[in-house]
């Protein structure tokens, strides 16, 4: 009887190792795809005027993989006359990193305001969203 109760505490334990293996392995899977929009205006910091014809870069990765990124997947787009700007990126895995391209301004050096510089942002939808871009002769 004894070697039957301990065979049953050992697949009892065996199949509970298992279960606990099972979940861990499940916590670190990829999340599914996300979606992630950010739509607003480009400003020039000092005048606060619109700047158009701005290139904006999506691409799925953090802030400190810019350029190396961590997937190929990146959507492109340009601010209008006004400085407005729409810009999408669909089924990706990681955060969203945004990157601006500007004759004359800094090149991924941009400011929501005076205590934040963005690097990357979580799936969602960011509305309203302003950009002030610093001129290179003002650095």
């Known amino acids: 009887m004894k070697a039957i109760n301990q065979y049953v505490f050992q697949i009892i334990s065996f199949i509970f190792i298992l279960f606990l ?6 916590s670190k899977e990829k999340k599914g795809p996300n979606n992630t929009a950010i739509y ?10 619109p ?10 990765g ?5 350029y190396t990124g961590v997937s190929n997947l990146i959507s492109i787009t340009y601010s209008d006359d ?13 955060e969203a990193t945004l990157g601006l391209v500007k ?10 305001d005076d205590y934040h510089i963005p690097q990357s942002f979580p ?9 002030r871009l610093k001129p290179i002769e003002n650095e």
């Open 21 to 26: 293996i099972t979940l861990s392995s499940c």
């Open 103 to 112: 004759d004359g301004y800094s090149s991924y050096k941009y400011i929501i």
């Open 40 to 49: 607003g205006k480009v400003l020039d910091y000092y005048t606060l005027e």
């Open 51 to 60: 700047i158009p014809d701005v290139q904006i870069i999506m691409k799925d």
């Open 123 to 131: 799936a969602g939808i960011y509305p309203d969203y302003v950009i």
């Open 82 to 94: 006004n400085g407005y700007y729409y810009i999408e990126l669909k089924d990706h895995y990681y």
């Open 62 to 66: 953090f802030g400190a993989t810019f």
